[in-house]
């Protein structure tokens, strides 16, 4: 196994993860790992310009929730009036669960 991912750190992950892995794939999974946090320590170690921003993505999202407007919703007798069974105020429909 890796020297800085040992068994017990790859068996805590996979319970985080709640994910089976079978101890046939143990140490291939601890290899993976630590070339993963290998890989994030070297892009750590870049140095970047201060005028260099944040990247969040290959698009430019808009937060697209549009304002809260009242406005006048269809007659609560008009719409009853399509119901087979009311008491006047809602509709009555056959129960789903006995």
Do not use: C, W
């Not at 790859?10 to 993860?17: D, I, P, Y």
Request: net charge negative.
């Amino acid at each position: 196994m890796s020297d800085s991912i040992d068994r017990k750190t790859v068996e805590q992950v996979a319970r985080l993860a709640k994910i089976h892995l079978p101890d046939d794939q143990l140490e291939t999974a601890a290899t993976q790992l630590a070339d993963i946090l290998e890989y994030v320590g070297q892009l750590e170690s870049v140095d970047l310009p201060d005028d260099v921003e944040p990247f969040f993505g290959a698009i430019e999202s808009v937060n697209a929730i549009r304002d809260d407007v009242v406005h006048p919703s269809v007659d609560r007798e008009l719409i009853l009036e399509n119901a087979p069974d009311t008491d006047g105020e809602f509709y009555f429909v056959p129960p789903v669960f006995k």
